[in-house]
């Protein structure tokens, strides 16, 4: 199984930036697939989930408005869109891959996770 994230990068705020998360060694489409956020200093949270038709999506109240997570299953990779990007939303992102439906914004219910890739926002 491999999780590879990219995208991350330096960022003033107000910008844009598009995260990937390619996925293999699994079924991707039957997976519930999440993007989680960690910090420095900090504990990693929830930050956007997408059912396996990318019918339903899930986001934090922080990032409601400004992300968008989305999915294309013929590629096995998941994307988050991060628009007016804040100093705050500087961490660490990791994409992860859930079996169960149940319990999608806790870090618990993921089986499998990516190395993360870093993002800057500057003030």
């Known amino acids: 199984v491999q999780l590879q994230a990219s995208g991350g990068g330096l960022v003033q705020a107000g910008g844009s930036l598009r995260l990937s998360c390619a996925a293999s060694g699994f079924t991707f489409s039957t997976y519930v697939m999440g993007w989680f956020r960690q910090a420095p200093g900090k504990e990693r949270e929830f930050v956007a989930a997408i059912r396996w038709s990318g019918g339903s999506t899930y986001y934090t109240d922080s990032v409601k408005g400004r992300f968008t997570i989305s999915r294309d299953n013929a590629k096995n990779t998941v994307y988050l869109r991060m628009n007016s990007l804040k100093p705050e939303d500087t961490a660490v992102y990791y994409c992860?891959?859930?079996?169960?439906?149940?319990?999608?914004?806790?870090?618990?219910?993921?089986?499998?996770w990516g190395q993360g890739t870093l993002v800057t926002v500057s003030s």
């Open positions: 992860a891959a859930a079996s169960s439906t149940i319990g999608i914004t806790k870090r618990g219910t993921y089986d499998y």
